[in-house]
């Protein structure tokens, strides 16, 4: 079965769903494996919706502090980036980045 | 093994329907031990309803029920199975493809331990048992093509153990060569296809068919997800695909009865998956690559693509070119160290004019077609991959510059004519197109210009200045010739130049000093800007269009101005003569702001007329938007920060006298309306003073170095300091401007609210006014600084303002109000206490004492907190109940006090007892409450009044360590209770590291009392879970207590946590 990352897990989103998930399998709604599905079939369709379905762009300026490849993932830790989106500005004291290789996904 | 009480005739007889009951009876029944038999008897039956459930339930029975069979029958089921498939391979397609799915399904629990080498062996023993049945070879063939088209589907669909997993994906790969042979022959029945001499019968005489033409190749794309491993399987296949698109390719051009479009993109899309394995390009790039650009590089592809281009079908084209691409970007490298190789450089030749066919594809991207953005990313792989390519070649060596050098030019040439086509394509439509086309569209099209515009910027990357110089020529010859007949041409070249406008360095000085000179900006560009058309709509848009390009080309050269002062004073007034023009208002600004934030130095001698521009806006009113309006007060007082400390008040001063003048008129005007008038004219004019108190404090790098002690920020610091308290016309300003304030917040103000008719209180007036003080207010020198006392009354005031009028009101309305501007008064005073309670710095020299400062701080801090307290108990009938209502109060509370505790903790010495105990209260009511919001800053403010609590006795103890000791001696149990109630499900997982974090604190810091009360609370049954037993409650503690790594301590909370969700031991756990 094609894998894909589980990283989108942590975000916003995938944060609620898990705690979602959690109350059903505490009220004994679903059972873990199920959930456990679910979040196999998330990290598929937000692979999928963020790489069909995002054109936004945006460009980060900042001072690059640490970069590091590893094991196909690539992270870059940024302080005082800016981000600049089509209609405004964003900024934030440091951010980490970390990217995987997309074309690996669903192989 | 029978099914009691039930009539099988009538069952049979209304599943044949099927009727609602039937089906509701047979997922009953599905359930039973009895249901084995039942599968059986449907499916001998000659319905193909019931033939259908009966293999769908057995499908039901091996997937749930395996283990109620014994070895031998199952071992016997799998000739059951083959029987049913190949009964069923030349009835109803439903009934075969379910009892393939039934098979498949035995498949996934056998292989390979009981069924080893499946997929030649069910290959053999379909067409041995069709032999035996009479059954015709093609019908044998349906079943395997059916079998192969479904398994790859299955496998994916299955939760199948890892192990098991891995063997089976191992025994399937195995037998690739056999299943990919059967396709290939398949796919190779397309008329005109080579004969192929030893394929099976039954794969010819499927060929035929266009439907399993179709059919196959989805099948091979699904096999291919295995991975073939071994590049001459996979270039026989490749060449098989290649081939076969050949054949297709003819039979469109030659428009004949074989050119299907499925068929097209099925044998594409199992194509574009070869050509994007990077596996087998990081291993086979050589003899793929070859192959590949060889192929591709015969007339046939050229043909196609042409004759997609010429019926302007995007479809076909997007068929096409998806296989094309994916080589381009999976092999770029190999395609760059090709370019100048004699064997294949006409081969690349051909496939990067191929790339350029796609890249200026007809039509408007996005209204009429939506191919031409898909190629752009290979040419930024391109662009990428010749960088790489020449910063390994072999610099000394002449033959290896020789072919870099050749390289290069190739691109090059490439890239000049991407150049043309990507200035093409990013034209706007005619007007009948751009009016006629819905808001989607224009989205599409204004998207893909931003993607057009990253690809210029590879573009400049490889031409560079020969990029400029061809980009400059041509505008200045469209712009000598400028009507509006050619706007679209001119606007296009204008964007290109501004796509590249960060990229070019301060340096050039070839090319830009022609396209920007004094002459050229005030011949061209200026008539362009102030030029007015009295034609219609499209004429109006057309200008517009091409006014918005060049104030944003002279904004996108900002870092460029930066090395040419000298033309600063002709570009910036060019730009601002946008201003008098409304819809021009927004881009004049944004081109102002980053000319103004990248030569900010150099624009200080023209300060004064800056700040006139800023007084001139204001005149002006309403015909700038009032955002647009801060923006610019913003950037205006920026480049006056720029001049040095002593001479910043007399340039701000029109600009703050003309400002005060203003909002003395305006405070007057809504005075003299009794019961209150209109505040808004006043909020924007207090919103200009807060962007020119954003814009007028020093960066905050420089106020980091100072507080890290470097002497040369330190001196600047103090010399600003000193400057803005000294200087008259700057006390006078703040003395003005805080009496101002405060008869601002005393106003009757009120507005009523369009959309419920109600009237409420004006929030955005107070916001302003904190915002002010919340931006003037820094650890390092600002102008518009109020002095401590001031500030402190100013916040005291404006909080007994918002109460009086929530206790006033009474009602909910008013009591919403509250709830919205809180927050806001919250913030400000956190800011206070950062810049007036940290330790001193040597800048402010005329700061009151820390005590007096702790004394007033602390007095607002603990009036806060109790009516904080106080008036989110109103909000609900339990204390839980308010905290679930208003969070985002709860976490303002707490962040303040967390801001208190870390820069002063002496603070909440000053607050009132009753006000600590209430926030202790709140605390624990928080802790309860699964609110993301609430619990997060009340768990960090926690944290840190225990790590501080820690030497609240003993020789360091001071009265603020020994007060947050008794705070946690008398609530540390309630906290720690829960916390654990927490960890032990109430609260959702993701909330785990905060909880952990508390919890790790209080053992660290107290872990006597700790121990004490964690045995106590989990001594109690079903505490904190009814999962947890008594062992795994005594192993909790006992390691969360004796470790002393945070790390260990969320791990684990987190393993004791899923023990009480009743998780443990599951995948779901991890």
Same mark, same amino acid.
């Given at each position: ?27 004994? /709604? ?7 599905? $679910? ?47 089509? /209609? ?9 980045? $970390? ?9 | ?56 339930? @057995? ?24 029987? *049913? ?457 057309? *200008? ?421 000791? *008794? ?49 106590? @609370? ?22 969360? @207590? ?29």
């Amino acid at each position: 079965m094609p894998s894909y990352f589980e990283l989108y897990r942590k975000s916003t989103l995938g944060i609620a769903l898990t705690d979602s998930l959690d109350d059903l399998i505490q009220a004994g /709604h679903i059972t873990p494996q199920l959930a456990i599905q $679910v979040l196999e079939q998330f990290d598929k369709s937000i692979a999928l919706a963020l790489s069909t379905k995002v054109k936004t762009k945006a460009v980060i300026k900042g001072n690059l502090r640490i970069y590091r490849f590893c094991d196909d993932v690539w992270t870059f830790t940024i302080k005082d980036p800016t981000f600049k989106f089509e /209609h405004e500005t964003a900024t934030a004291d440091k951010i980490k980045i $970390v990217a995987c290789n997309a074309k690996r996904t669903g192989e | 093994m029978a099914l009691e009480g039930l009539d099988l005739h009538a069952f049979v007889q209304a599943l044949s329907v099927p009727t609602q009951e039937a089906l509701g009876a047979l997922a009953q029944i599905q359930r039973q031990p009895a249901a084995w038999q039942l599968a059986f008897d449907l499916l001998a039956t000659n319905d193909a309803n019931c033939r259908f459930y009966g293999a769908h339930t @057995l499908q039901a029975k091996i997937a749930h029920d395996w283990d109620t069979l014994d070895d031998d029958r199952q071992e016997a089921l799998r000739g059951e199975l083959i029987r *049913l498939v190949v009964e069923s391979c030349d009835g109803p397609a439903s009934v075969l493809k379910k009892a393939n799915q039934a098979l498949a399904t035995y498949a996934l629990i056998t292989v390979p331990a009981r069924w080893e080498n499946f997929l030649p062996s069910v290959i053999d023993a379909i067409q041995e048992r069709a032999r035996e049945t009479g059954k015709a070879g093609a019908s044998a063939g349906v079943a395997i093509l059916d079998l192969l088209e479904l398994f790859p589907e299955e496998l994916n669909r299955a939760v199948v153990a890892s192990s098991q997993h891995g063997k089976l994906v191992q025994d399937i790969k195995v037998s690739l060569p056999v299943v990919l042979q059967i396709l290939t022959a398949v796919v190779r029945g397309l008329p005109g296809s080579a004969v192929v001499a030893d394929a099976a019968d039954f794969a010819k005489q499927l060929g035929l068919s266009p439907e399993w033409r179709v059919r196959a190749w989805r099948a091979i794309l699904q096999w291919l997800q295995f991975g073939i491993s071994g590049d001459t399987l996979f270039i026989e296949l490749l060449e098989v695909c290649i081939q076969q698109l050949q054949t297709l390719a003819a039979h469109q051009l030659s428009g004949g009865a074989h050119a299907d479009s499925d068929e097209i993109a099925a044998a594409s899309a199992a194509t574009d998956d070869m050509l994007s394995n990077m596996g087998m390009a990081a291993k086979y790039a050589r003899s793929v690559g070859t192959l590949v650009l060889e192929r591709f590089g015969e007339p046939w592809a050229s043909q196609v693509l042409a004759h997609c281009v010429k019926s302007g079908s995007d479809q076909d084209a997007m068929a096409w070119s998806a296989m094309l691409i994916s080589f381009g970007e999976t092999y770029t490298e190999f395609i760059v160290s090709k370019i100048a190789d004699p064997a294949l450089s006409e081969h690349v030749g051909t496939y990067l004019h191929m790339m350029l066919v796609l890249t200026r594809f007809p039509g408007c991207h996005g209204i009429d077609e939506g191919i031409s953005d898909q190629p752009l990313n290979f040419w930024y792989l391109l662009q990428e991959a010749l960088t790489d390519y020449e910063y390994d070649a072999d610099a000394d060596s002449d033959a290896a510059r020789a072919v870099v050098a050749a390289t290069r030019a190739a691109v090059g040439r490439a890239y000049v004519e991407l150049l043309k086509a990507l200035v093409s394509k990013c034209a706007f439509p005619s007007a009948a197109a751009w009016m006629g086309a819905d808001k989607d569209e224009r989205d599409r099209f204004m998207s893909y210009r931003r993607e057009a515009g990253d690809a210029m910027l590879n573009v400049y990357y490889v031409l560079r200045e020969d990029m400029l110089r061809l980009l400059v020529d041509e505008v200045l010859g469209s712009m000598d010739s400028f009507s509006m007949a050619n706007w679209q041409h001119v606007e296009s070249l204008l964007f290109a130049l501004r796509s590249i406008g960060e990229a070019v360095p301060e340096s050039e000085d070839v090319h830009l000093p022609r396209l920007f000179s004094a002459e050229a900006l005030a011949s061209r560009f200026m008539p362009v800007v102030q030029a007015s058309v009295d034609g219609d709509r499209s004429a109006q848009w057309g *200008l517009l269009s091409t006014k918005t390009g060049v104030i944003a080309l002279i904004g996108a050269f900002s870092e460029w101005w930066r090395g040419h002062p000298e033309l600063l004073s002709v570009v910036v007034p060019c730009v601002t003569s946008g201003l008098s023009q409304p819809a021009l208002v927004q881009a004049a600004v944004a081109a102002f702001r980053r000319i103004c934030e990248s030569c900010r130095e150099q624009l200080t001698a023209a300060s004064e007329s800056m700040v006139h521009l800023a007084c001139d806006v204001l005149r002006a009113g309403a015909a700038v938007p009032a955002r647009e309006q801060q923006r610019i007060f913003e950037s205006v007082a920026e480049v006056v920060m720029a001049l040095p400390p002593q001479d910043q008040a007399a340039a701000l001063a029109p600009i703050t006298t003309a400002l005060l003048v203003g909002i003395y008129d305006d405070l007057a005007s809504v005075g003299a309306v009794s019961g209150g008038g209109d505040s808004s004219q006043l909020t924007d004019r207090l919103r200009l003073v807060d962007a020119l108190a954003r814009g007028l404090q020093f960066p905050d790098e420089v106020e980091e170095r100072a507080l890290a002690g470097d002497p040369e920020s330190v001196s600047a610091l103090a010399l600003a300091a000193q400057c803005y308290q000294l200087s008259a016309g700057l006390c006078e300003f703040r003395g003005s401007l805080l009496c101002a304030m405060g008869q601002a917040l005393e106003l009757p103000v009120w507005a009523r609210d369009v959309q419920t008719g109600m009237v409420h209180v004006d929030d955005d007036l107070l916001e302003c006014l904190l915002s002010v003080v919340n931006n003037s207010a820094r650890r390092g020198p600002h102008a518009f600084m109020l002095a401590f006392g001031d500030a402190a009354a100013f916040v005291g005031n404006a909080w007994s303002v918002l109460v009086a009028r929530r206790d006033d009101s009474g009602g909910r309305v008013f009591g919403r109000r509250w709830s919205d501007q809180c927050p806001a008064l919250l913030q400000c005073i956190s800011q206070l206490a950062t810049v007036f309670s940290a330790a001193s710095d040597r800048w402010h020299t005329a700061r009151p004492s820390m005590a007096e400062i702790d004394q007033t701080l602390g007095t607002i801090l603990g009036r806060v907190i109790g009516d904080t307290c106080a008036g989110i108990a109103r909000e609900a009938a339990t204390p839980a109940a308010a905290v679930e209502q208003q969070p985002v109060i709860v976490e303002y509370l707490f962040d303040l006090c967390t801001r208190a505790l870390q820069t002063r903790p002496e603070l909440l010495v000053c607050c009132e007892q009753a006000a600590i105990g209430s926030l202790c209260e709140l605390s624990t009511q928080a802790l309860l409450v699964p609110s993301r919001l609430a619990l997060k800053p009340t768990a960090y403010f926690l944290a840190a009044l225990i790590r501080l609590s820690g030497s609240g006795s003993g020789a360091q103890c001071t009265p603020a360590s020994a007060l947050l000791l *008794l705070m946690w001696n008398q609530y540390g149990a309630a906290w720690l209770r829960a916390t654990l109630a927490g960890i032990g499900g109430m609260h959702p997982r993701s909330l785990l590291p905060n909880l952990a974090e508390l919890l790790f604190a209080m053992a660290k810091n107290h872990l006597a009392t700790t121990r004490q009360w964690m045995a106590q @609370l989990l001594s109690e049954p079903e505490f904190p879970s009814p999962h947890a037993d008594g062992e795994a409650k005594r192993q909790f503690m006992r390691q969360v @207590l004796s470790t002393r790594s945070f790390v260990r301590v969320k791990s684990i909370v987190g393993e004791f946590s899923t023990k009480c969700r009743n998780i443990h031991g599951t995948a779901y756990a991890d």
